[in-house]
């Protein structure tokens, strides 16, 4: 009978013990290979043979259509109606950038840990503080310094009247270092704080890449695993607490 009671203690013990390293888990797999629930991304990644120009990076695991990649690579496409040549024609090695960015938000599914709930009228989530690594922010930025603008913060303040955004009244199109002054203000402001500047270089699984070679996978998949890990360990106080409430209960019983 004693045994019996030790046996059942025990059990008791482990499963309470196994229950924060379940949710644990649980939390971390929910961040990692997912779509975030915006304009035009498919409900759940999957392979894509047809992915288009530099969006096929992505093509063994994509949250894109192929219809969206190429539609990424248009000027006011259909997909955000978007005029990347507001200030006069932006120059071919500075819009690859933008494409890319475009791509990467599009069909990337590592981007989990930063997807957050948005209220706005056209995408339920969006994603912050992407930690972008700091070669490729650095890269965009030196491509872009002969593009004109005249705002910093792309995503609001436009003037939609002709259906794609124009120069408000009062701004002034400039070019972008006097308009970014670092690169650190292009990648943090032009998409109001999607990507945040990262001091990790490429290829050091702590930060993400815009570009990469297909060939040797795609060095996303890590950066996520290694984010929603620490996502799903840190904001989790209260379980331990209640394991230390209820450890003194249970010792009781044997
Ligand atoms: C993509 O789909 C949209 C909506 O169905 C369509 O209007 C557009 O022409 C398509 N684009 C391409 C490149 O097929
Ligand atoms: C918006 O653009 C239209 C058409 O170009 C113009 O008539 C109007 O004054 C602009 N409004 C603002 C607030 O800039």
């Given at each position: 009978r004693g045994t019996f009671r030790t046996m059942a203690a025990a059990w008791l013990l482990l499963a309470l013990l196994a229950w924060p390293a379940a949710i644990t888990t649980a939390a971390r797999d929910l961040l990692l290979n997912v779509c975030m629930d915006a304009k035009h991304h498919k409900r759940e990644p999957g392979p894509e043979g047809?992915?288009?120009?530099?969006?096929a990076l992505w093509k063994d695991n994509a949250c894109c259509t192929a219809n969206t990649s190429v539609e990424a690579h248009q000027d006011q496409s259909y997909l955000y109606s978007f005029n990347w040549d507001h200030c006069g024609a932006m120059p071919e090695k500075c819009k690859r950038h933008f494409i890319q960015d475009m791509c990467l938000y599009e069909c990337s599914p590592n981007l989990g840990p930063w997807i957050d709930q948005t209220d706005i009228s056209w995408r339920k989530e969006r994603i912050?503080?992407?930690?972008?690594?700091?070669?490729?922010?650095?890269?965009?930025?030196?491509d872009c310094q002969d593009a004109?603008?005249?705002?910093?913060?792309?995503?609001?303040?436009?003037?939609?009247?002709?259906?794609t955004?124009?120069?408000?009244?009062?701004?002034?199109?400039?070019?972008?270092?006097?308009v970014f002054p670092k690169p650190a203000t292009l990648c943090e402001e032009i998409w109001s704080h999607s990507y945040s500047y990262s001091s990790y270089h490429r290829g050091s699984g702590r930060c993400i890449q815009m570009w990469f070679d297909p060939v040797q996978g795609n060095p996303n998949v890590a950066v996520a695993q290694y984010y929603a890990r620490v996502a799903a360990a840190c904001p989790t106080p209260p379980l331990p607490m209640l394991l230390l409430l209820l450890l003194p209960t249970l010792l009781c019983l044997l």
């Open positions: 047809q992915l288009y120009g530099q969006c912050l503080y992407v930690p972008l690594c700091r070669e490729d922010c650095e890269q965009w930025w030196e004109v603008t005249c705002k910093v913060n792309w995503h609001k303040g436009w003037n939609w009247t002709t259906g955004n124009q120069c408000p009244q009062g701004t002034m199109c400039q070019k972008f270092k006097y």
